[in-house]
């Protein structure tokens, strides 16, 4: 997200899709760890006269894959704040698939084109969470960002008030920040009493 930012900018929050959407790709990896750990253990393995250590290295090999997979999936989409923008970074082989629902599951998810977009902090009106009961069970939810007449929203990101409130709080301390010199300078004028 770093190579992103524009000169003076700075990232103050970044989020991406939570693990808990590809937990059967965790399972799985669990798994087969367990069954390479029941495998160097388990004397009625060893009794089969088996290559026990080349198998439960290929286990453990698969194991990492697997994980580096679901890995590799959890960073298809990232939300990044920074002192200017929101960003969306969002992997994907085409503009349709990026916005579809299944890309997530798809290989093109792994190895597709980055599409990054980028929403001024001015042009924002409004940050809502959506959240289902599963995804409220394991700390999830969409993220909705409405920026001019568009609509944009991330599914299934971890911990999204987080970045709800990160969002709404630099908004807030901006908009005070221009503000306040405003009225130090009618007060300057002679033209408003700051007690």
């Known amino acids: 997200m770093d190579w992103h930012l524009l000169p003076g900018e700075t990232l103050i929050h970044q989020t991406k899709i939570s693990r808990m959407v590809f937990f059967r790709y965790y399972f799985l990896a669990l798994v087969l760890l367990g069954l390479s750990a029941y495998m160097n253990f388990s ?38 704040l920074t002192t200017e923008r929101v960003l969306i970074r969002k992997r994907g082989l085409t503009d349709e698939e990026m916005e579809s629902d299944d890309a997530k599951k798809g290989v093109s998810g792994l190895f597709g084109a980055v599409r990054m977009e980028a929403l001024k902090l ?14 409220r069970i394991f700390g999830m939810g969409d993220l909705a960002i409405m920026a001019g007449n568009e609509e944009h929203v991330i599914k299934d990101l971890h911990h999204p008030f987080d970045i709800e409130k990160a969002i709404y709080r630099i908004i807030e301390k901006r908009s005070e920040s ?17 007690r």
């Open 122 to 135: 001015e042009t924002i009106t409004n940050v809502q969470v959506r959240q289902s009961i599963g995804q």
């Open 178 to 194: 221009a503000t306040f010199p405003a009225i130090h300078q009618l007060a300057w004028a002679g033209k408003l009493q700051v």
């Open 43 to 80: 004397e009625q393995i060893k009794a089969l006269n088996l290559p026990v250590l080349e198998a439960s290295g290929v286990l453990i090999i698969l194991a990492f894959i697997i994980t580096f997979i679901a890995e590799r999936f959890t960073g298809r989409e990232i939300v990044g």
